[in-house]
């Protein structure tokens, strides 16, 4: 980054210096005073819309006019467009006024709004003229309750929709309906619209007209720049003489000015930048400027913020979720839980006694209960927005084993991916029950593991078998001390341990239980479907005959039943979306299930 584009090193803008970088002081104080910081947008910052700004409506309706004044001239309106109010003058013999112009080429409030409506409302399907990133970043930073009054000097409504997108209906404030606002305080957001709006007929644009506010709006806008610090974006100073007195007219200052810049500062900006020693971000545009101050606020927020309970973190997500503006704080929420994992695996210094496995699966489990609860209540409620981000937790831990190793720690090794095996019976019984199991070919397909010193890549249907991740011993752990031995207790014992995760999902235990055995099921029909060397079915409880059923009643004649083309499974490409292939994986594993199973 150069000094420049930090906001230092322009020896021309007075106000600029310092150790500190003006967006990390700007976000600073945004973040220490919430509310307490106006923000000041011009035409600039409605740029990256495709919008025009007001005076390029003139321009361009003059050029209209001068078009339909005489249609046979070759390039009629381009010498209007250039310098309107002169060839207004000399063909009218008046001033050029905004609100006079607007009136003479439509004659009626309808017609009015028709004729701007076609300069600031985006057309179907069009992909301009709507919200920019600087307005979405404001919109969220007023969500958050750091920005409570804006000024704007534009006429379009981008400001306003996107507010709307996040769920707050702003204050609108035009200069005739001052003496009805509800005090700023009082407000969750304040637009004060200087200069009105395309809508309103009662428009400033023409030099004359931006050169005296009405007494009320003058009172107000005192008011804001008395008592809030101000950000100022997109506005160049250059024709609002009104608004340019009102800044100078501010005396003192509560607290500071920042100034976002992009390309010459104007000379009226310059003073006014000397005269409140403002904090100058130069070379930034808006869209840069306010997605880094947001940037830098969450940072903030992220340090300051105390841990969160299990089960406040799932409120959180619950109450996220809906919300798309929140994507945010759910990735946080997951990442920060998976991160205390893999944080505390990569401290595990294992001695070579036999109560290892034990302390180190009890351990696993403690270490991953937060994250197993988002998990549970998280895919269960996502509507398949948030797939990548689950996805990724298996990813996440299933780099928490480094290698395939043989010998006395062979063992502890493999548990490294036992957080992963919670986590993707998790997800994988979850889905079940909020019937997504399209979401299951993801799931155990995609997120490939290599081990170290290995060129062979694995599905998590091969590297997270149950069976390879936790080893013979599970059945001391199960019944110590009883020497009672379970052929499958893998099954048994994450079937219990992943319980209390699903109580607000499904209280009923035995539906818990048929979904649990149902994830086992389909993910040893895609395991034995991958062909890989190591391919095995998830042996568990689900072979037993109460599960697996006898004369066509039972979970394999039912999933037998249900594989066809339309399948949620085969619809998601399991199989290769090939009904045979997935028939062809119910026989291997019935076969399977009749070498192997006890009678």
């Given at each position: 980054m150069?000094?420049q ?5 322009n020896?021309?803008?007075p ?22 910081y ?33 249609p046979?001239?070759?390039?009629a ?6 310098d309107?109010?002169?060839w207004?003058?000399e063909?009218f013999?008046e ?5 006079r112009?607007?009136?003479?080429a439509?004659?009626?409030s ?8 076609g300069?600031?409302e ?13 307005h ?14 804006i000024l704007?000097?534009?006429f ?22 001052i ?7 009082h ?14 007929l ?33 506005w ?24 976002g ?13 000397a ?10 545009t ?32 619950k ?19 998976a991160?205390?994992?893999?944080n ?5 210094r294992?001695?070579?006694t ?50 395939n ?5 062979e063992e ?6 036992y ?5 993707i ?10 019937r997504?199991?399209?979401f ?10 290599s081990?170290?010193?290995s060129n ?50 499904e209280p ?20 034995l479907?991958?062909e ?17 059923g ?12 249900e594989?066809?083309d ?11 979306s ?22």
């Amino acid at each position: 980054m150069t000094k420049q584009a930090a906001g230092q090193g322009n020896p021309t803008v007075p106000g600029v210096g310092g150790v500190l970088d003006p967006r990390m002081s700007l976000a600073l104080n945004v973040h220490t005073c919430p509310g307490v910081y106006a923000v000041l947008l011009g035409a600039g910052i409605s740029m990256a819309s495709g919008i025009k700004t007001g005076w390029g409506i003139v321009q361009d309706l003059v050029a209209k006019v001068a078009v339909l004044h005489d249609p046979d001239a070759p390039d009629a309106g381009a010498g209007p467009a250039a310098d309107p109010e002169s060839w207004w003058q000399e063909q009218f013999g008046e001033q050029l006024g905004y609100s006079r112009l607007l009136s003479e080429a439509a004659p009626t409030s309808a017609a009015r709004q028709a004729l701007l409506a076609g300069y600031f409302e985006p057309e179907d399907g069009d992909d301009v003229k709507q919200p920019t990133a600087a307005h979405r970043a404001i919109a969220r930073l007023v969500k958050r309750g750091n920005v409570k009054v804006i000024l704007t000097t534009n006429f379009d409504r981008l400001m306003e929709r996107a507010l709307e997108e996040v769920g707050i209906s702003p204050q609108v404030v035009r200069d005739h309906q001052i003496d009805s606002m509800k005090p700023l305080v009082h407000s969750q957001v304040t637009i004060i619209k200087l200069h009105g709006d395309y809508a309103d007929l009662e428009q400033r644009n023409t030099v004359d007209e931006l050169e005296k506010y009405p007494d009320a709006q003058q009172e107000l806008l005192e008011r804001v720049l008395d008592e809030y610090g101000l950000i100022v974006c997109g506005w160049s100073a250059d024709w609002d003489r009104a608004l340019v007195r009102a800044v100078e007219g501010t005396r003192s200052r509560r607290y500071p000015m920042y100034w976002g810049q992009f390309g010459r500062m104007s000379e009226p900006a310059r003073r006014l930048v000397a005269q409140h020693s403002a904090a100058v971000i130069d070379g930034v545009t808006a869209d840069d400027l306010f997605t880094d101050l947001e940037r830098r606020v969450e940072a903030l927020d992220r340090m300051t913020a105390a841990p969160v309970t299990r089960d406040t973190a799932v409120a959180q997500l619950k109450r996220f979720l809906p919300d798309p503006i929140r994507r945010i704080e759910i990735h946080d929420l997951i990442e920060q839980s998976a991160s205390l994992i893999a944080n505390k695996a990569s401290q595990d210094r294992y001695p070579l006694t036999g109560s290892v496995f034990a302390q180190s699966i009890h351990r696993y489990r403690a270490d991953s209960d937060t994250l197993l609860h988002l998990l549970a209540n998280g895919v269960f409620h996502d509507d398949g927005t948030y797939n990548a981000l689950w996805q990724r937790v298996i990813e996440r831990l299933g780099r928490l084993r480094h290698k395939n190793i043989n010998g006395h720690t062979e063992e502890l090794e493999r548990l490294r991916h036992y957080p992963a095996v919670l986590a993707i019976f998790t997800m994988g019984t979850a889905a079940v029950l909020a019937r997504r199991e399209d979401f299951l070919h993801r799931l155990l397909i995609e997120p490939l593991w290599s081990p170290l010193f290995s060129n062979g890549r694995q599905v998590p249907a091969v590297y997270l078998n149950p069976r390879r991740v936790i080893s013979g011993s599970i059945n001391e752990v199960c019944s110590p001390g009883v020497g009672r031995t379970w052929f499958y207790p893998q099954s048994r014992w994450l079937r219990e341990e992943l319980r209390e995760p699903f109580r607000l999902v499904e209280p009923n235990d035995d539906a818990y239980r048929a979904a649990f055995h149902r994830f086992e099921f389909l993910a040893s029909l895609v395991t034995l479907d991958t062909e890989h060397a190591l391919a095995s079915p998830w042996s568990g409880e689900f072979f037993d005959d109460d599960v697996w059923g006898y004369d066509q009643n039972g979970l394999a004649a039912d999933i037998e039943r249900e594989i066809n083309d339309s399948w949620p499974l085969v619809q998601a490409g399991a199989f290769s979306s090939d009904t045979e292939r997935a028939k062809k994986a119910l026989t291997a594993l019935a076969e399977f299930r009749s070498k192997h199973h006890p009678w």
